[in-house]
């Protein structure tokens, strides 16, 4: 290829507003490719460690164990082993309290778990809308430095005398070398996008059906077990059953 016509030649012979908008557009693809490498390895990392806990949970673990386990990991847990300890520390604080009452302590410890839950979700989406952005706005960005880099072209075409494709091209090709990066820069911000919403759902899916489930522990060990009056009650109710109506035969006419 000629020398003239490769992209650092092209980049250089543009206006100053051609290169504005390439200066610009780099800095942005540069910056959507860091958040999509720094935000692939975090839901991994997510993904991975809500896996192990869970294995953990359902292995018969004592919750007070697991308890402990999620406060010695602190942040460094997984973003389910937080859910879980932020629903177990409000039960115990509730129990602490002698609230005896079953659906008081199951719904404080729901409560204290949705805003776990939420503050785990807003870890997942930060920088997903700056993504989406970039998709959406960059190749806008690109249209405008081609645009502008057309006109400029033409301005400069003005002045000669006799107008080729020679003299045409090289304004042309300098313009669509922002269009190019512009294209560059928005198409793996949208698939990078849409890739981690579809896996950021998934882990939503999967924290909420867990809330759900622990809930329904706390529910069964909440319930207060029945009195000794209560059991001689339903003893004798059983037995009552058991034995039948008694049905009497004979009479006189």
Excluded: C
């Amino acid at each position: 290829m000629d020398q003239n016509f490769s992209i650092v030649s092209m980049v250089l012979g543009a206006s100053i507003v051609v290169q504005l908008v390439l200066a610009l557009l780099l800095s942005v693809s540069l910056a959507s490719w860091t958040v999509i490498f720094r935000k692939y390895f975090a839901i991994k990392s997510a993904r991975i460690k809500s896996e192990d806990f869970e294995q953990e949970f359902w292995s018969g673990t004592g919750l007070n164990d697991l308890y402990q386990s999620a406060l010695s990991n602190g942040r460094h847990g997984s973003p389910l082993q937080r859910i879980f300890a932020s629903g177990m520390r409000e039960y115990l604080k509730l129990r602490e309290r002698h609230v005896l009452d079953g659906s008081t302590l199951v719904d404080g410890a729901r409560r204290a778990m949705r805003a776990a839950f939420q503050r785990e979700m807003d870890a997942l989406e930060a920088n997903l809308s700056f993504l989406a952005s970039v998709g959406s706005v960059s190749p806008y960005v690109g249209l405008f430095g081609t645009v502008w880099g057309i006109m400029h072209a033409f301005v400069g075409l003005s002045n000669l005398q006799q107008v080729t494709l020679a003299t045409v091209a090289p304004g042309i090709a300098e313009a669509l070398v922002a269009t190019a990066i512009g294209l560059f820069a928005a198409i793996p911000a949208v698939i990078a996008y849409n890739f981690f919403a579809r896996d950021i759902d998934r882990l939503a899916n999967r924290y909420e059906s867990f809330t759900e489930e622990f809930s329904n522990i706390l529910q069964r060990q909440s319930a207060p077990a029945p009195s000794a009056a209560q059991m001689a009650s339903a003893a004798a109710a059983a037995a009552a059953r058991a034995q039948g109506p008694v049905t009497g035969f004979g009479g006189g006419r």
